[in-house]
């Protein structure tokens, strides 16, 4: 247990002063007081020097005492089954989401089912927004403000092409809270050989219609994140049939890569999800619940020191009268 105002614990110096003044007048009544006498019918002693006659005062001393130690301001550490940690959206912003065969597009549809989920999520949760075309872009670091997530989330627009991978490494970067170095030596041998720390209690979310154009490969760097020990789910967002999309005059085809997505998530211990089959991100949702961990919280506890005080005084108050 430790005080916000220690300083308010000298006042205890005073209970053991007002034990020896009690002691003292006790003492002096036991001496100056006329001889104890004893009832013919039951023979019980009416002496004061009953330990009853002492209890009043002792319950008062240990109000008095209690009431110090609240003066203290003490605080108590609490462990709660609290869900904690980080949850990256990633959301792919390339001009193939902004297909319609998802109403009213791949993005804004993406966009609807993210801001559902954030609304589920605890105050102890961190979220962060990241979106990705040619490269990857952290729109709003982890934060608990849900406030400034939907915020970002609101600001997405379409634009460029696809590099999954990028959106995985911003979406680590994030996580990390620093730069993380890639040696171009190593991530041609080996990326997942790569040492950026481990965060086990993070997770990233990846929406994306999965047709990945340019960039690092996703799976090396999926690779990457799961070396780190965080899963990677990843949201399909769109139709297997796909659509065609306007863009500068001309017609792009685009469709659903389910495949891709599935490998990138297998990989890190995630899952990858059909948007159209799970709107809510329910199952994304149970299984990153399951990952909790028990945070350690200081409370302050005045109020329970207080409310004791005033029911010693109260009884002490009580037996007094008696």
């Not at 804004?108 to 962060?128: H, N, T, W, Y």
Request: aromatic residues 6%.
């Amino acid at each position: 247990m430790t005080f916000l105002a220690p300083n308010a614990l000298w006042g205890l110096l005073g209970v053991p002063a007002l034990l020896l003044l009690y002691v003292a007048v006790m003492w002096r009544r036991r001496h100056t007081r006329p001889p104890e006498f004893v009832t013919i019918e039951t023979g019980n002693s009416r002496s004061i020097r009953s330990w009853r006659r002492h209890l009043p005062a002792a319950l008062f001393l240990v109000a008095l005492a209690t009431l110090l130690v609240g003066f203290a301001r003490p605080e108590a550490h609490i462990t709660l089954p609290v869900r904690t940690g980080q949850i990256m959206l990633a959301f792919d912003t390339s001009n193939s989401m902004a297909a319609a065969d998802v109403e009213p597009t791949r993005l804004e549809a993406a966009k609807e089912i993210a801001l559902r989920f954030v609304d589920r999520q605890p105050d102890s949760v961190q979220i962060g927004v990241v979106a990705f075309t040619n490269g990857g872009l952290v729109l709003q670091p982890p934060t608990k403000n849900q406030l400034d997530v939907r915020a970002a989330i609101d600001r997405l627009a379409t634009d460029g092409g696809t590099s999954i991978g990028e959106g995985i490494f911003a979406s680590l970067t994030a996580i990390a809270d620093e730069p993380i170095d890639i040696d171009p030596a190593v991530v041609a041998s080996d990326i997942a050989a790569l040492d950026i720390g481990f965060y086990s209690n993070a997770a990233i979310i990846v929406f994306t219609d999965g047709e990945h154009i340019a960039g690092a490969d996703p799976v090396e760097l999926a690779s990457l994140a799961a070396n780190a020990g965080v899963p990677v789910f990843t949201v399909g967002v769109g139709t297997r049939q796909g659509a065609v999309v306007p863009l500068d005059g001309f017609s792009i085809a685009t469709a659903l890569d389910e495949s891709m997505l599935a490998e990138i998530a297998e990989s890190t211990g995630g899952e990858y999800y059909l948007a159209a089959d799970d709107p809510v991100l329910t199952a994304i949702f149970d299984e990153i619940d399951r990952s909790f961990e028990r945070q350690g919280e200081r409370i302050e506890v005045t109020a329970l020191f207080s409310m004791l005080a005033i029911v010693l005084v109260i009884s002490a108050a009580g037996l007094s009268l008696r």
